[in-house]
């Protein structure tokens, strides 16, 4: 049984004859009369009553049929799905961020992108770059904004620099140097409170490689696993740190942020993903991401 034996009985049903069922589906009465009884055949019964004038189902044939249209009415909805999956237009898109790295421009993206897609499920989840490459790499999430790839993720996952961060300096709200640009020797002797290395590896090694250039090392007195603690000892006193500037958004009323001078050091966002799970829907989220560049990088950095 397939297909096309459903399609013609209901046809034969709905127009009364095979003559008009054919004309309706453009395939020959014979082809349909033939068709209909190798599916009788098969059910072991008749289905239609083809004594009088006009053809009528039989009570069996009315059964049959009722279950027919429900069959034929699935099989269009799965082919429709399916199509529609291919061209990216349903499903469902798990995206990975943390809130003040994505910034502003992540609540456009989201935005624009369902008002492109309204049947697509999203789904946001927050977490650090570390926690976000691990997701991409098992599945859980399809699309990461997160700092960039480095060892190991960057064999095996991809990403592409959406803009680079100005990092400043993040002061006590009372201290001498508070809303003033700040050269990093003007830092030579004041306490570091930096983001543990684990956590942001470059960054770090920046920081450092700048306090050394300008000839002297940074005393790092504290360090925390999340960029609000490092907020917090900034703002009970404990030192002074260098930060991405997107942490405005997690900042305390006790602390003041400062531009760095000169500006020489960034801290890049990029959009990630796992090439063994592209799919459409994801390329599409990455086609709307890329036709935003230009706007994500003149909102927020280089």
């Given at each position: 049984m397939e297909l096309r034996h459903l399609r013609y009985l209901c046809a034969v049903a709905e127009h009364g004859t095979f003559s008009e069922a054919g004309r309706r589906l453009h395939v020959s009465q014979s082809a349909i009369s033939e068709q209909i009884a190798d599916l009788e055949r098969e059910v072991g019964g008749q289905l239609l009553n083809r004594s009088s004038g006009r053809t009528r189902l039989t009570p069996q044939g009315q059964i049959f049929l009722a279950?027919?249209?429900?069959?034929?009415?699935?099989?269009?909805?799965?082919?429709?799905?399916?199509?529609?999956?291919?061209?990216?237009?349903?499903?469902?898109?798990?995206?990975?961020?943390?809130?003040?790295?994505?910034?502003?421009?992540?609540?456009?993206?989201?935005?624009?992108?369902?008002?492109l897609h309204p049947?697509?499920?999203?789904?946001?989840?927050?977490?650090?770059?570390?926690?976000?490459?691990?997701?991409?790499?098992?599945?859980?999430?399809d699309i990461a904004f997160a700092r960039p790839l480095e060892p190991p993720f960057d064999q095996t996952l991809r990403a592409e620099l959406l803009y680079r961060d100005p990092v400043v300096v993040v002061l006590p709200r009372k201290h001498p140097l508070a809303g003033k640009p700040i050269s990093i020797d003007s830092l030579a002797t004041e306490r570091f409170v930096l983001c543990d290395r684990q956590m942001t590896p470059a960054?770090?090694?920046?920081?450092v490689a700048l306090c050394s250039a300008a000839g002297?090392?940074?005393?790092?007195?504290?360090?925390?696993?999340?960029?609000?603690?490092?907020?917090?000892?900034?703002?009970?006193?404990?030192?002074?740190?260098?930060?991405?500037?997107?942490?405005?958004?997690l900042?305390?009323?006790?602390?003041?942020?400062?531009?760095?001078v000169p500006q020489n050091l960034y801290m890049g966002l990029s959009v990630a993903w796992n090439p063994q799970n592209e799919d459409p829907i994801q390329q599409n989220f990455l086609r709307l991401v890329r036709e935003n560049k230009d706007r994500i990088q003149r909102t927020h950095g280089l």
């Amino acid at each position: 049984m397939e297909l096309r034996h459903l399609r013609y009985l209901c046809a034969v049903a709905e127009h009364g004859t095979f003559s008009e069922a054919g004309r309706r589906l453009h395939v020959s009465q014979s082809a349909i009369s033939e068709q209909i009884a190798d599916l009788e055949r098969e059910v072991g019964g008749q289905l239609l009553n083809r004594s009088s004038g006009r053809t009528r189902l039989t009570p069996q044939g009315q059964i049959f049929l009722a279950e027919a249209r429900k069959t034929l009415a699935a099989a269009d909805r799965a082919l429709e799905i399916t199509q529609s999956s291919l061209l990216g237009q349903v499903g469902s898109l798990n995206i990975g961020f943390f809130l003040w790295g994505a910034g502003g421009f992540f609540a456009r993206i989201i935005r624009d992108y369902r008002k492109l897609h309204p049947d697509i499920k999203l789904s946001l989840y927050e977490m650090r770059t570390p926690e976000q490459m691990e997701a991409l790499l098992t599945g859980k999430i399809d699309i990461a904004f997160a700092r960039p790839l480095e060892p190991p993720f960057d064999q095996t996952l991809r990403a592409e620099l959406l803009y680079r961060d100005p990092v400043v300096v993040v002061l006590p709200r009372k201290h001498p140097l508070a809303g003033k640009p700040i050269s990093i020797d003007s830092l030579a002797t004041e306490r570091f409170v930096l983001c543990d290395r684990q956590m942001t590896p470059a960054l770090f090694d920046a920081i450092v490689a700048l306090c050394s250039a300008a000839g002297f090392s940074p005393n790092i007195v504290n360090t925390s696993s999340t960029w609000s603690g490092v907020l917090t000892l900034v703002e009970s006193g404990e030192g002074v740190a260098l930060v991405p500037s997107g942490v405005r958004y997690l900042r305390p009323p006790g602390v003041v942020i400062s531009p760095l001078v000169p500006q020489n050091l960034y801290m890049g966002l990029s959009v990630a993903w796992n090439p063994q799970n592209e799919d459409p829907i994801q390329q599409n989220f990455l086609r709307l991401v890329r036709e935003n560049k230009d706007r994500i990088q003149r909102t927020h950095g280089l």
